[in-house]
Every structure is written in C-alpha cells, then in structure tokens.
C-alpha cells in the first residue's frame, strides 16, 4: 500500500430516494428495445402520415366523383333526382356516337386547340428564346409574360368581347382602317372560334414561354460554343442546338396544352354571353366542356353528362397513352 485511499467506482446518486437501475438490468434493456421499436415505426410510417391528406382529398375530390360518374353513366338519372337511377347499361355512350351535337362540340374542341395551340407553342417558344439572351430589364419581361395567366379568365374575355365586338369593337375598327369590312365575330363559325383561340393564346403564351426558357438555362453553354466556333449563326443555334434539346419539354406543353383544350369552357361560355352553354346560335363554336355544362346543368340529365365526362376522360387516356409513346421513342433516339 502506498498509503493512498482507494476508492470503489461511482455510483449513480439516488434521485428522490431511488438509485437509478443499471444500464445493463432488464428494465433498462427493455426501455431501450422500446425506444428502438418507436424509433423504427415513426421511421417507417410517419411519411405514409405526411402525405395521408393530399390522399384523403383526393380520394374525397378526385376518386369518389369519377366513380361515381362512371356509375350515373351506366343510368338514365335526372339532376333533379340524383337518387332515383334506372340502368341504362350503354346506352348513354352508345347515343353519343348518333349525336350530332356531340360530334360538332367535338370537331369545335379539335378546331380550337389547333387554332390556339399551335400559334401559342410557336410564340412561347420564340419569347423564350429572346429572354435566353441577356437583355436590359429582363426580369419586368419575365413577370410581365405571367400577367395573363395571372388574370381571371372571367376578366380577359370580358375584355376580348368588347375588342371583337361586331359594331364598336377595336378590331373592327383595325380592319376598317386598312378598308376591309367589319366581321360579326361571334355569330360566324371560324371567326368564333379564331376569337376564342386568341383568347387561349393571349393568356397561356407566357406561362408556356417561361417553361421554355427555365429548360433552355438547362442545356450547356459549351454546345453553343462549339455551334459558334463552328460558324452557326443565331438562328443556326437555335434550330440545331436549342430545339433539339428542348424535345421532353416541348412535347410536355404539347400534351398539357391539348388537355387544357379538351377541357376548354370558361373561354367560350363567357364569350357567348346571352347564348349560354350553346356555344353560340348555331353551336359554332360549343366545346365538349360546354356540351357537357348544357346536358347536366341545364337539361338535367345527369346520366347523358356523366357519360359525356367520361369520354372526355378516355380521350385524355389515349393523348397520354400518344405522350408516353412518344417519349419513350424519344429515348431510344437519343
């Protein structure tokens, strides 16, 4: 002994009376395989619990009314009596197809998506590349491109009424100055449907512009480089260089454009004014939305409607089923 006190190792020290249990006893091996256990199922459910609401509105919004559409499509149901249905089988599909009115609203669905997707795309896709450069006050040009968007649909056609208004309407008075005569734009067939496509163009340009722009900040600077070393002019570029890169994107707008357009309704309805949901005296220019909105609102028959629904539905199918197509061909191209 070098006459030094030893002293035996510390213990816990008793917390009101108690000492506390060895972290090697039983209790304590067992609070942390609890802990554990807690540990691994909030690991493992708690994302499932995140994203639970975005499922239950969905399924309250979203699944529920689509199948219950697709129910009320196989009766022959009334809006006044949503509850008294009679099975119809499909028979409300199968007099679609012997429906003149379906077919018109159709071909002017067609008519108008071409008529405003087309220029709105080809314009986009020239604003985007203007703003790709470096410009002076570039930033006011990329909000000013989303002011349309940002403006109610109910506000920009009221506006576009009073410019193709047939006696007082701006336009007219454009075309009489270069001595052409005045157009009744919203009696006469094309002309209805050109005014509601300039419509759809002027609000959805921008938006779609912007889309082209963030991927054309995407593609490389060294391949426009080399273009230039090589002598590519500007337009060289872009036609070589900026478009081929941009195929994903522009074929995204391309299927999210024809969407929208199937599904076009508040640009015509309120273009129509007095009119209604009959797109026009002559249902020159009645979208399917508006056949829709006609048969289930205002003749009531809820079950024609839901069966008019769901073929709107089966042809967005088959545009996504023409969109993944492509896309996967554009994959193996490249």
């Known amino acids: 002994m070098d006459g030094r006190t030893t002293r ?20 304590a091996v067992r609070a942390r395989e609890r802990r ?12 499932y619990l995140y994203i639970a609401p975005f499922f239950l509105f969905f399924a309250a ?19 006044t009596a949503p509850t008294d249905m009679e099975w119809a089988g499909l028979r409300n599909f199968t007099r679609l197809l012997g429906d003149d009115f379906f077919w018109n609203a159709l071909g002017n669905t067609f008519v108008i998506g071409v008529l405003s997707t087309v220029p709105q795309l080809l314009m986009a896709l020239g604003l985007a590349h203007l703003l790709n450069y470096r410009l002076r006050g570039s930033m006011f040009f990329r909000v000013a491109l989303l002011t349309p968007y940002a403006t109610s649909v109910a506000a920009a056609t009221l506006v576009f009424v009073l410019l193709f208004g047939r006696d007082y309407g701006l336009v007219n008075w454009l075309l009489s100055t270069v001595g052409a005569d005045g157009v009744d734009w919203e009696n006469g067939s094309w002309s209805a449907k050109l005014a509601v496509s300039t419509i759809v163009v002027w609000r959805w340009t921008g938006y779609n512009a912007l889309i082209y722009l963030a991927a054309m900040q995407a593609i490389p600077h060294d391949l426009y480089e080399s273009a230039a070393l090589d002598g590519a002019s500007r337009w060289q570029q872009f036609r ?29 309805l309120l273009f129509s004014g007095s009119a209604g949901a009959s797109g026009g005296a002559d249902h020159q220019y009645q979208t399917l939305g508006l056949y829709l909105y006609e048969q289930g609102w205002v003749n009531l028959h809820l ?25 996967r061909r554009l994959r193996t191209s490249q």
């Open 8 to 27: 035996s190792p510390a213990r816990p020290a008793a917390v009101h009376g108690r000492t506390p249990p060895s972290p090697d006893s039983p209790a």
């Open 303 to 327: 079950g024609r409607a839901s069966a008019i629904a769901w073929t709107m539905f089966l042809i967005l199918l088959v545009i996504a089923a023409i969109n993944a197509l492509i896309a």
């Open 240 to 268: 070589y260089v900026t478009v081929p890169s941009l195929r994903p994107t522009i074929l995204f707008t391309c299927v999210v454009s024809t969407i929208g357009a199937t599904q076009l309704f508040g640009e015509p």
């Open 61 to 79: 919004f979203g699944l529920f009314p689509l199948l219950y559409t697709g129910w009320a499509a196989l009766h022959r149901v009334e809006l």
């Open 36 to 47: 554990s256990r807690r540990y691994r199922r909030d690991l493992r459910w708690s994302p």
